[in-house]
């Protein structure tokens, strides 16, 4: 059979007659069943128990509301795929047959038809498979809401690109796809109709037919093409081309002429393709095509590089000066910090017994145990069974017994690893649950160096104002199998002595079981025939699954942006989990973006809090941002997932916290974006960075309990210390709130430049050339002790810093970390002690109000200031290391023309320099002598 014949029939005109292929009833039968059975069957299983969890925790519309729109999509796009292929493919397989060839009669076959239709239908449903993914984009087109800005270009509102845009974009991108394809599947049955014209004729002209048809599909081709020029303008919002994010000069006036002229031409184009309907030559439209083609590549690429580099380039900062306003103020308003509140931080030159008296919460709160180590402890000592596991620690607030207390904490899971006998009854009938947490006050240590805790052991002894009724994990952060409860095997609870404390599930948590079509879809799913044949199951047997607390809130609402660190609380005698989860984009227009592990955004809030029942499952999600315009989108498209705060139990409230995923990616904008002067900006004058800390790596952000200045009482937050580049003395600090009315506030005490504030390496640096404690960690390592040391928090006390670092011994034997020492340095001192209060007195001197003896101090007590006063006690190395800082601030002074600093600076580094010979010259006397 030749390809003519698809549109011709057979040879001389006769019909074509293909041999039938004959198959055996029987392997039809056993085909069918098989791919029933190993496709469809285990899709609808997954389908069908999905649509059991979620109507069992109340999420039935939320399940219906993702789905549906799924498939109207996709329905929608291969119908609409569908009816302009077949419309246009079939016009074309009935013009190619009735072409007038000499010598062949033409024949249309209805088997021709059939594959038309066959081959469009498949590609059609090709490309709603692909689109129905975006069911996203239409859902929020639909229930757009509007931001309180627009862009400084075109006036639109933020909404339109966020809304708006995406959804043109993709029915844009549909529309050119479909009718591409139109046009060459029209084109290759006309090629294939001309074949037998083309071998036995000289001279070959298309008809007229054919060429109306692909006029009219070139036409819409080239519309829908350049009607992606529009769009592009907008586009050009986010051009990364520039001195910063955003449009420049040569976008808007060299690339956007472009864009506009584009557009324009095709639309012109377009309209001498329809126009070539009645000419019977193809010349104009090539011409207008090659056109086309060469205004886009001189106007587009040639062109807007002329602009840059003899335009711009020259006088860059002139140019980009507008467009790099627009990106800092398009920036702040993005991530939230054109709000944030700065205020100018002046600390003494070193903390006081006097401060320390008035800040006792801050004291009494300071966190001595680091995560590291103390999970360590945790493994250690209240695993109790190799079967338990420590996933991480957490770290909170409580009221107990009228204190103010920060607490570390951490929920006692199941590792099934772990199981010394893995069968199928063990994993998912018997080992369902974790149980208890531990909690210890972040400041307390007893004798030994290890923590006190306020909860431990099993079951649980608390030793605070807590009550915990449900003490039993069943969700957790570990991602666990399923397990089926309320079943004829009692669940093993925890252990006691000898024996083994057992219990039966008493909540709602998991699906109902009881039925042998749902035990039926659950061994499909699971791939797990236990399920079916297991004698276990009783009627009102339950299935949990999805049991991570990440797998749990990423299939209700996979929309939003999870933060990576879930945190456990106790509230009202429950052990809830609390997920923050934010609302994100990286559509809005100069902002600029940052990466992430769900890929770049520049926009986010965190609009939504998560909360979920460790014993029950379930799940509650409040809206913590009402002036969000994404998270409103997404509650008028489920208005019944989520809930506004206020209807948060108080017990929750009390809990909520300035989430750590946010403030990291907040601080890395601001450490550039705090420059508001353009100027500055663009010569990059004064970046910040977090420090490093150089013994335990990355100083991250860490939450307080502490007392702001002019505040009553102490508050949680988030906090962390800003370096400028390349240099190591603080600069500024960044706090986000987290009580009350004050939650989601963002503070940021900025030190004034002229003054030397230690900064964390620096720091460092002053306990590494402190002779006693360097001589004793030599000597302990020399033992083959494991010394680890802890981050060094940076911890404001009144209108002062207080440096603090926690050391551990790890015997080298052991997995068993002891805090051992805790050292202490503020204004150039440093200190230590075996306990906090020690340290202090050793670097302070007795309490002036209780008369404690002072410990014997670290050699480093004092240091010299810019006033003149001599404070000795320094060695030559530390003189010479204080000595260069006060060079290279000297030099800073300089380069930006600040002579007063630069005159106190020189001043400074004279002093230093003078008490440096001084010592040098007495160390060569004893030498004599």
Not at 368 to 392: A, C, G, M, V
Not at 884 to 894: D, G, L, Q, S
Request: proline residues 5%.
């Amino acid at each position: 059979m030749s390809m003519r014949d698809i549109f011709h029939g057979g040879g001389e005109g006769k019909p074509l007659n293909l041999p039938a292929l004959k198959f055996k009833k029987g392997l039809l039968v056993l085909l069918a069943l098989l791919v029933f059975s190993t496709v469809f069957f285990p899709a609808f299983a997954k389908f069908y128990t999905d649509w059991l969890w979620f109507d069992a925790r109340g999420f039935s519309a939320v399940f219906w509301k993702q789905v549906l729109p799924q498939w109207g999509l996709f329905l929608a796009a291969s119908i609409g795929a569908f009816i302009i292929l077949t419309t246009s493919w079939l016009l074309a397989r009935k013009d190619a047959a009735s072409l007038d060839i000499e010598g062949i009669t033409p024949i249309p076959t209805k088997r021709s038809g059939v594959i038309v239709v066959i081959v469009a239908f498949l590609i059609s449903i090709m490309n709603g498979l692909g689109v129905k993914s975006q069911w996203d984009v239409v859902l929020r087109f639909l229930n757009k809401a509007l931001f309180s800005s627009s862009d400084p270009i075109f006036g639109k509102n933020i909404a339109f690109y966020v809304f708006d845009l995406p959804f043109y974009s993709l029915l844009q991108d549909w529309l050119v796809g479909i009718l591409i394809t139109a046009l060459l599947g029209s084109t290759l049955i006309f090629v294939l109709a001309w074949i037998p014209q083309m071998r036995e004729q000289s001279h070959f002209s298309l008809p007229q037919k054919a060429r109306r048809h692909l006029s009219v599909l070139g036409a819409l081709c080239v519309a829908s093409w350049g009607a992606g020029f529009w769009l592009e303008r907008f586009n050009l919002l986010f051009s990364p081309q520039g001195v910063v994010f955003g449009a420049g000069y040569t976008d808007i006036h060299a690339r956007l002429l472009g864009i506009n002229v584009m557009f324009a031409l095709s639309m012109i184009v377009a309209i001498l393709l329809l126009v070539n309907i009645m000419r019977r030559t193809w010349k104009l439209a090539a011409v207008a095509l090659v056109l086309l083609v060469a205004s886009n590549i001189v106007i587009r690429g040639v062109y807007p590089g002329i602009v840059q580099k003899y335009v711009v380039e020259p006088n860059e900062y002139q140019k980009e000066a507008p467009y790099i306003q627009y990106n800092i103020e398009s920036t702040l308003k993005a991530y939230g910090l054109d709000s944030l509140k700065t205020v100018d931080f002046l600390p003494a030159n070193s903390v006081t017994w006097e401060q320390i008296q008035k800040e006792k919460e801050t004291i009494n709160n300071i966190r001595l145990w680091d995560y590291r180590p103390l999970l360590r402890t945790y493994k250690q000592l209240q695993e109790i069974r190799s079967y338990y596991d420590f996933n991480d620690i957490d770290i909170d607030r409580y009221n107990l017994g009228g204190s103010y207390r920060q607490v570390m904490l951490s929920a006692r899971e199941l590792d099934l690893q772990q199981l010394q006998n893995p069968t199928w009854v063990n994993m998912h009938l018997e080992f369902t649950h974790g149980y208890g947490v531990v909690m210890n006050p972040v400041t307390e240590i007893d004798p030994e160096g290890k923590p006190v805790f306020f909860i431990k052991d099993l079951p649980p002894r608390i030793s605070v104002p807590l009550e915990i009724e449900r003490p039993q994990i069943y969700y957790g952060e570990k991602v666990q199998p399923y397990v089926l409860v309320k079943t004829k095997i009692k669940e093993f609870d925890y252990p006691m002595g000898g024996a083994n404390v057992r219990t039966t599930y008493e909540g709602t948590g998991g699906v109902a079981i009881g039925s042998i079509w749902r035990r039926l879809a659950f061994a499909v799913r699971f791939r797990d025939s236990q399920i079916l044949f297991t004698d276990a199951i009783l009627p009102e047997s339950r299935i949990m699954f999805y049991r991570s607390i990440g797998e749990r809130v990423r299939k209700v609402a996979p929309f939003l942006l999870y933060d990576n660190d879930p945190y456990l609380t106790i509230m009202d005698g429950k052990l809830v989990w609390v997920q923050d989860a934010y609302t994100a984009t990286n559509l809005y227009p100069y902002s600029e973006p940052v990466s992430t592990p769900a890929g770049r955004i520049n926009y986010i809030r965190n609009s939504v809090k998560v909360t979920v029942d460790a014993y029950n499952g379930e799940m509650n999600f409040y809206i913590a941002d009402t002036e969000d315009p994404l998270v409103k989108s997404w509650a008028k498209i489920f208005p019944t997932l989520f809930k506004p705060m206020d209807e948060a139990p108080a017990s929750f409230r009390k809990h909520i916290r300035y989430p750590k995923g946010l403030f990291l990616i907040q601080s890395e904008i601001f450490r550039t974006y705090h420059m508001k002067d353009t100027n500055t900006f663009y010569n990059k004058e004064d970046v910040w960075e977090l420090p490093k800390s150089g013994k335990a790596g990355s100083l991250n952000a860490y939450y307080v309990i502490m007392k702001l200045a002019g505040e009553e009482r102490a508050e949680f937050m988030l906090i962390a210390p800003f370096t400028p580049v390349g240099r190591d003395n603080m600069i500024a600090w960044i706090a986000g709130r987290s009580d009350g009315d004050n939650y989601g506030e963002l503070l940021v005490y900025q030190f004034p430049k002229q003054k030397l504030i230690y900064g964390p390496t620096q720091v460092e640096a002053l306990i590494d050339q402190d002779p006693e404690i360097s001589a004793q960690l030599s000597l302990w390592s020399q033992r083959g002790s494991d010394v680890i040391r802890g981050n060094l928090l940076v911890i404001p006390t009144g209108d002062s810093l207080l440096y603090v670092q926690p050391l551990y011994l790890r015997a080298e034997n052991s997995d068993l970390p002891e805090l051992k020492r805790v050292i202490v340095s503020s204004g150039g001192r440093v200190a230590w002690g075996e306990r906090l209060e020690e340290a202090l007195t050793n670097l302070l001197g007795p309490a002036p109000d209780k008369g404690i003896q002072k410990a014997k101090p670290s050699i480093v007590t004092q240091k010299r200031e810019p006033d003149g006063s001599l404070l000795e006690g320094k060695s030559p190395e530390v003189l010479a290391q204080e000595a260069k800082i006060a060079f290279e601030a000297a030099k800073e002074a300089a380069q930006k023309g600040d002579w007063a600093a630069y005159g106190s600076r020189l001043k400074e580094l004279e002093e230093v320099l003078t008490e440096l010979l001084q010592r040098l010259s007495e160390t060569e006397s004893n030498k004599i002598e």
